[in-house]
């Protein structure tokens, strides 16, 4: 038997390539780089080769504009324009994430622990703290991450996407435990993040297999093909499709697989977070979008009713529960279910202008997502002393703060409108896109709750833009002295003579809230994050001609 070695179409590889041996080789520069040098040295590699990897993606936009795609390593990828499209949003969003992620207040200080490895408030992490040991790991998680995203819609087998799948996630798990401050809310986020995800892997592992028992295959091209064939085993099918279906709603953060959101959302560095929400949603509706449309047309019938069900309910539960909340990541968290709801509506539809519609909602809700996490890491506490403090995350610490810091609180509220769809603003474009994509393609009821749903959400954005402008911030309140000792009997247990126990309880200091001062890369990636909003929102034809001529998946 003659083994052949298989044509490898390297240069279509090449957005992919970039990024993972970018992330291999900066695992050894955390090796070999001294410890002074190692955060410029990681910073600078990892913004080349998301840059190059943007480069790459340029290169190949001609190509297969005029070829319709190809196919690499087999059947395992498939380069066609949606691909390329999503590429470059993942690519370009993780560049802007990444500016987050590598700033350090005007104290020194990144948004990750010192040693995320040592247990919280033991003396090792105080001594860590401070010798200013910096955490420069995130750099190649942050890769390897992207990497993964990269691979995640451009898979052509279901076993490709279960690697990409875990690819991605997997550093996703360690960045979400590597807070500096709320060390403990930060590691629980972790765990319940893993725990679910390792629930959601296993349950699209399972859905894997039943499909692969009907078909026969793991390719895309051959289940489609199989689906067009009735047989006993139509029950089989099903089950795995909705299986596999689960697995990738849970990456979207659709309910009902939803649940572990807001505390990740929360718990986790913010610049993780903004990354987190902007790139892993593209990638996951890169997939859902390729199996949807390619693999199980043939199961449009069956598969409705469940896509239907999913969008109504992650629309209205995303809406209605973030409208009760009390802190902003949490908010946040749940208008991202609710915009997951969305653009489902353009899934839904079923046609090209329905993928058009989903790509550039997408980028723009990606670029508002990060530049809005952006602004919530530099909203900080300070106490009586001047001492910065943590992030402050509670809605009533943000009263006021337009009138001290008009141009962050001006930023935080052009993307607020961008999520509400206030025209003149991406959002508002992206929102109509999938909401006509949805009228066209007979789901108007889904696009009619999809703007009564908007018009409920416009109500928790407005209401922060109030309080940020037209509310008075809260008294600065002195610490009060420390009240007389209370004298209180005691008993002893049994029985013995009582002892007088003297309770000094002491009121804490007051806290403020302020923007703190950093080396500026936040800054420069909140502008262009709102340049962006703007642009697409009063400019959008371009950027939509371009996406709508890439938007036929290679079948």
């Known amino acids: 038997m003659t083994f052949t070695a298989p044509h490898v179409d390297w240069a279509h590889l090449s957005p ?44 190949l936009w001609s190509g297969v504009k005029s070829s319709g795609g190809v196919r690499v390593l087999g059947t395992s990828l498939i380069v066609d324009g949606p691909t390329l499209v999503l590429q470059g949003t993942i690519a370009a969003l993780a560049l802007v994430s990444l500016l987050i992620i590598a700033d350090r207040t005007s104290t020194g200080e990144d948004a990750f622990a010192p040693s995320a490895a040592s247990v919280p408030g033991s003396d090792y992490e105080e001594l860590a703290r401070r010798h200013g040991l910096t955490q420069t790991e995130v750099y190649p998680l942050v890769l390897f991450a992207t990497g993964g995203m990269l691979i995640f819609p451009a898979t052509g087998d279901l076993l ?59 390719s895309y091209a051959d289940i489609a093909a199989a689906t067009q064939n009735p ?26 697989f939803h649940a572990w959101t807001p ?16 790139c892993t949603k593209v990638a996951a509706f890169g997939a859902l979008l390729r199996v949807v449309y390619t693999v199980i047309p043939g199961l449009q019938w069956d598969i409705d009713v469940v896509l239907w069900t999913v969008t109504i309910l992650t629309m209205v ?48 809700y990606g670029a508002a997502t990060i530049g809005a996490f952006g602004v919530v890491w530099l909203v900080r506490e300070r106490d009586a002393d001047g001492v910065v403090l943590g992030e402050a995350t509670h ?7 337009g009138r001290r810091h008009p141009w962050h609180a001006g930023a935080f509220a052009l993307f607020l409108f961008s999520f509400a769809g206030i025209p003149l603003t991406a959002g508002f474009v992206g929102k109509f896109g999938v909401f006509s994509a949805a009228v066209d393609g007979g789901a108007w009821p889904l696009a009619l709750l999809g703007v009564l749903a908007s018009a409920g959400a416009a109500f928790f954005y407005v209401r922060i833009v109030v309080l ?35 309770l000094v309880a002491e009121k804490a200091p007051a806290l403020t809230t302020t923007v703190v001062g950093t080396e500026g890369f936040a800054a420069i990636a909140i502008a262009l994050c709102a340049v962006t909003t703007i642009v697409l929102g009063v400019f959008p034809t371009p950027v939509l001609d371009a996406i709508s001529h890439m938007s036929t998946f290679l079948p």
């Open 317 to 364: 539960v995303g809406t209605v529960i973030a409208m009760v909340q009390t802190d902003m990541k949490r908010l946040l968290a749940y208008s991202s279910v609710a915009h997951a709801g969305f653009i489902l509506t353009g899934v839904v539809a079923l046609d090209s202008a329905g993928v058009s519609a989903v790509l550039f909602y997408l980028l723009v």
């Open 263 to 278: 505390d990740v959302y929360q718990g986790a560095p913010t610049p993780i977070t903004g990354f987190m929400a902007a």
């Open 468 to 502: 940020m402008f037209f509310s008075d911030a809260p008294a600065d309140e002195a610490p009060a002295a420390a009240p007389a000792p209370v004298e209180s009997d005691v008993v002893l247990e049994g029985g013995a003579t009582p002892a007088v126990a003297t």
């Open 160 to 218: 490709t996407l279960f690697v990409a799948l875990e690819v991605l996630s997997l550093p996703l798990y360690l960045l979400t435990g590597m807070a500096r401050r709320r060390r403990l809310l930060s590691q629980e986020a972790a765990m319940k993040y893993f725990l679910l995800g390792a629930f959601a892997s296993a349950l699209m592992l399972f859905g894997i297999g039943l499909v692969y028992g009907y078909a026969g295959s793991l």
């Open 395 to 401: 809605l009533s610490q943000w009263a006021g703060i």
């Open 16 to 59: 992919v390539l970039i990024v993972l041996g970018a992330a291999a080789v900066s695992v050894l520069l955390e090796a070999f780089v001294p410890a002074r040098h190692r955060r410029t040295v990681q910073l600078a590699f990892s913004g080349a080769a998301l840059a190059g990897a943007l480069v790459a993606v340029a290169a």
């Open 231 to 256: 047989s006993g085993l139509d029950t089989l099918l099903l089950v795995g499709s909705v299986m596999v279906l689960a697995g990738l709603l849970f990456k979207i953060g659709a309910v009902p």
